[in-house]
């Protein structure tokens, strides 16, 4: 299943985003333990608010890295976490 561009992206109920000082980086915490981000994961994650959507997400990190054409691999990364369960539509 895909996800749409149009509608609220939110953490599924059992993830939780956080900064991990120690790890340096964002992690993605669930009751078995933690997923530990990329740099470029946690930018586009940390932007999953329960009200926007894919397009929001891909227009506002476009704005924080001008010229960078990011929406396919911004798109490509919220249907992997889409497809692991990470995420669902609000």
Same mark, same amino acid.
């Given at each position: 299943?895909?996800?749409?561009?149009?509608?609220?992206?939110?953490?599924?109920?059992?993830?939780?985003? !956080?900064?991990?000082?120690? !790890? /340096?980086?964002?992690?993605?915490?669930?009751?078995?333990?933690?997923?530990?981000?990329?740099?470029?994961?946690?930018?586009?994650?940390?932007?999953?608010?329960? /009200?926007?959507?894919?397009?929001?997400?891909?227009?506002?990190?476009?704005?924080?890295?001008?010229?960078?054409?990011?929406? !396919?691999?911004?798109?490509?990364?919220?249907?992997?976490?889409?497809?692991?369960?990470?995420?669902? /539509?609000?």
């Amino acid at each position: 299943m895909s996800i749409s561009t149009n509608q609220a992206l939110r953490f599924a109920r059992q993830y939780k985003l !956080q900064w991990e000082p120690t !790890q /340096n980086a964002y992690v993605l915490l669930y009751p078995e333990g933690l997923v530990k981000l990329t740099e470029s994961a946690g930018e586009i994650l940390k932007r999953i608010d329960g /009200n926007a959507t894919a397009h929001d997400i891909i227009s506002r990190l476009e704005a924080s890295y001008p010229g960078a054409d990011l929406q !396919q691999d911004v798109l490509d990364f919220l249907e992997h976490a889409y497809d692991k369960g990470w995420i669902t /539509n609000a």
